[in-house]
Nanobody, 124 residues
Framework: QVQLVESGGGLVQTGGSLRLSCAASGGTFNVYAMGWFRQAPGKERELVAA????????YYADSMKGRFTISRDNAKNTVYLQMNSLKVEDTAVYYC?????????????????WGQGTQVTVSS
């Protein structure tokens, strides 16, 4: 069983940056692909970015390309999401998720473990 704890959320102005972290425990981190999802009020949970177990392969949702960067440090059992040029529409709860596979998944149903989420609010 993998436990995931997100941190780094908060309130930021439009155009600002935040770096989210997700610390994993209770499993062998480097066998899991990792993903960041987000869910805004009244909307479905959507994939933001995902990274393979070794960090070589990365996937980004179209609206995040060029603004967000996912990375991982397997020595620290941590995955990161660097978010730049934030927009009001990026406001959501951001969740970290782990998938029992070396390869990224694009659906929330493909992920096996979830964190509690961290709120990101972008003000205009």
């Amino acid at each position: 069983q993998v436990q995931l704890v997100e941190s780094g959320g908060g309130l930021v102005q439009t155009g600002g940056s935040l770096r989210l972290s997700c610390a994993a425990s209770g499993g062998t981190f480097n066998v899991y692909a990792m993903g960041w999802f987000r869910q805004a009020p009244g909307k479905e949970r959507e994939l933001v970015a995902a990274i393979s177990n070794g960090g070589v392969n990365r996937y980004y949702a179209d609206s995040m390309k060029g603004r967000f960067t996912i990375s991982r440090d397997n020595a620290k059992n941590t995955v990161y999401l660097q978010m730049n040029s934030l927009k009001v529409e990026d406001t959501a709860v951001y969740y970290c998720a782990a998938r029992r596979s070396a390869w990224v998944g694009v659906l929330s149903s493909e992920y096996d473990f979830w964190g509690q989420g961290t709120q990101v609010t972008v003000s205009s």
